[in-house]
């Protein structure tokens, strides 16, 4: 049997919102100890390099559920300037991926359903929110509320992504991303990461892949936010085919970045028992997968990150994200060179991980 998780994927995103968090998140018990922190991450201290990427902590009851529980490094849910509605429910499915997600079997539809596995190590599911978001004076004035909950040793990252608006040309597109960062620092959140794992209105694909657009939003997003702040990318899953493309966009963002999360999702078209899409409405045929079967996808880009880092002589942070739901999963990210290592799915259906981590004592 799973533990009831903290967002519950058989209501909408909005009860979610205004509900939750549930389980434990919700019991008011503070498990943190008052202990010195000890590991560096980007200068601050830290308990222990573990916590929550952006997505599943909708706003700040569900960052203080987090914090209190012991994740230590936790990003409030991706937002946006400007208000924007969610993708119609169902936008969390369970799959079923038989092992791994690679690039082949990704290609082919995927079964999804609310029908939950038994064993939490081996949840995977869809993740399709659009990047939902209220207006920036909402957020801003719950960002600080969040970080009122902020422990000693413990850190809140803001996520930022940009709006095309109508009539918007591709720089207005990637101001839009710089103005989102500064509204975050002004609500005095000091770890910033820029969404670019979306459309990109350049060209055809998402954002990451293209050099010229990753520069540019990091140039703009560095200078509005000052020297001070500091700043993250979260990109997706670069084949291998993609290495010198990699290499590439690591080299052009150093300038203005301390640090990459690796990664978001690997999307696949989903389908319900019928083989009809699952997901109502259009371009949702493919979802973003997460969870245990995309392990290996993360854990692959942080040691090519790794080895990057080495081979340039780089200092930049690497955030391992993918398919962490077991504290053995949290260790090898760490061998693999992950200086903070994140959890989404794994920690949905284990509140307790972060206190699993701890236990390991390493
Ligand atoms: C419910 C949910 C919502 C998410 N929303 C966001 C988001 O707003 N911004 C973002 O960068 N990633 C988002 N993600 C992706 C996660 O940050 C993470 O990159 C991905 O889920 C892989 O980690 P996991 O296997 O531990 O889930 C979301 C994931 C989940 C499960």
Known sequence: MLKTPFYDPNLSYEDNYDEGPFGSFADGKDLRKNQEPTYDFLGFK????????????????????????GFDVIHYKTRRTADFPCNPFPNVLFVKTDGDLTLEKSKNPLKGSLNAPENSSEVSITNSFGNPSPDASVWQEDMKKALEAEGKGQILVGSIVGTIKEGFSPEDYYDDFALGAKLIKESGVKVIELNLSCPNVASEGVLCYSP????SICKKARVAVGPKAKLLIKLGYFSKDQQNLLENIVERVDPFVDGISVINTI????????????LPGEGRLKAG???ASIKWAGLDMVKRLNEIRKKGGYDFVIVGVGGVMTPDDYLEYREAGADLVQSATGAMWNPELAQDVKALGK
């Open 267 to 278: 999307p696949a078209p989903v389908v319900d028992e019928k083989g009809h899409q699952a």
């Open 212 to 215: 010229d657009a990753v520069e």
């Open 289 to 291: 997968i997460c969870g």
């Open 46 to 69: 830290i308990n222990t390099p573990f916590g929550i990427p952006a997505g599943p902590l909708l706003n700040s009851k569900f960052c203080k559920g987090a914090f209190e529980k």
